[in-house]
């Protein structure tokens, strides 16, 4: 059996464009979050609070959130990966705090300079503070499917962050194919294990479509009862410290498998591809979002 309802997560503000050349206007960055949330979308994840030197597309995370008009019900998150980020965050009042760190050494090095090791030690600060501000906190497990290079990562390795992260009181762990990777067997196998010691209600899942397995890969996490599953619009995005990393899977083509399986996610296909009719000419590249090209031909 597969659960009834799921939440999709559309992280393509932050993760789609952190890994576009062309530099989004904060103006169409805020129009663009509107029309998702008029998709019927309740959680963006708005931008990141990072150095603007490592990613300059989200430069403008500060102002992003100054320009949003947020609906009532609608979670406005960002990533946030130290003392720093926490502190311009929780001047823009963010909903969620979401932190990341990856299961392999390599990828979390090039990712913000530090060791795993190092980087939990900062972001026990940071989950410590930002759930004294009475935030909630989100946490990335990168690489857990795979490494570009390091190669395969140890369900042991997967299993050890998940539970320093949650020893932190982060509230839900979102577990990243970062270069899209994964395959379905794959998935049932790490979820297996991950669900002997962490309830499957606080277990999310983050797919790149790289090898086009990302939606098959999601069909194997609801068979494992997983019911978060996070999305870029129009298929945008990547990781700028992943090689051969390419979007997230497109927001409408889980839609659409969702409601194809009668699976409700209570987002509106039509909303979405819409969304991402507005983006695209703003990045310059044409989105490999399914639905959005058949919308196109017709
Ligand atoms: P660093 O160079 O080691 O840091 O970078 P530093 O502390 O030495 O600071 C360097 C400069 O950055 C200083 O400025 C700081 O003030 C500034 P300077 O003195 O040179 O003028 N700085 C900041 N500015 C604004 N906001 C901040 C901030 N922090 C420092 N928060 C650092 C370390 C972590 C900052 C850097 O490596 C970084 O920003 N990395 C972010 C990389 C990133 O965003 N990667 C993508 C997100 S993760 C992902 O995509 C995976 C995911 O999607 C899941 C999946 O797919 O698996 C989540
Ligand atoms: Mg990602």
Not at 104 to 114: A, E, G, I, P, Y
Request: charged share 25%; hydrophobic share 40%; aromatic share 6%.
């Amino acid at each position: 059996t597969i659960p009834a309802k799921a939440i999709l997560k559309e992280v393509g503000p932050r993760d789609g464009l952190q890994n576009e050349q062309a530099l989004v206007s904060t103006e169409k960055k805020v129009a663009w979050i509107e029309k998702l949330t008029d998709a019927g979308l309740n959680y963006i994840e708005v931008s990141s609070f990072v150095s603007p030197k490592w990613i300059p597309a989200l430069a403008d995370a500060d102002d992003v959130f100054r320009y949003l008009k947020r609906k009532d019900g609608v979670t406005y998150a960002a990533l946030v990966p130290n003392a720093k980020g926490l502190e311009r965050a929780l001047r823009a009042d963010v909903d969620e705090i979401g932190v990341f760190v990856s299961a392999s050494d390599t990828h979390n090095r090039r990712n913000v300079n530090k060791s795993t090791e190092e980087t939990l030690t900062v972001l026990n600060d940071v989950a410590r503070e930002a759930k004294s501000a009475g935030k909630t906190v989100r946490g990335y497990v990168s690489t857990v499917f795979g490494c570009p290079y390091e190669g395969r990562v140890s369900i042991g390795q997967v299993e050890k962050t998940a539970h320093a992260l949650l020893d932190m009181g982060i509230d839900e762990l979102s577990l990243g194919d970062t270069i899209g990777v994964a395959n379905p067997l794959q998935v049932k196998q790490v979820i297996r294990q991950l669900k002997t010691t962490i309830p499957t209600g606080r277990l999310a899942l983050h797919f790149h479509n790289t090898r086009g397995l990302a939606c098959a890969n999601i069909m194997a996490g609801l068979e494992q009862n997983i019911q978060v599953f996070d999305g870029a619009n129009g298929g945008l995005g990547g990781c700028p410290y992943a090689k051969g990393a390419t979007g997230n899977v497109a927001t409408e083509d889980v839609q659409y498998m969702m409601e194809s399986i009668g699976v409700d996610t209570g987002v509106s296909l039509k909303g979405l591809v819409k969304a991402a009719e507005y983006i695209e000419p703003h990045v310059g590249t044409k989105l490999p979002s399914y639905q959005l090209q058949l919308q196109q031909e017709e």
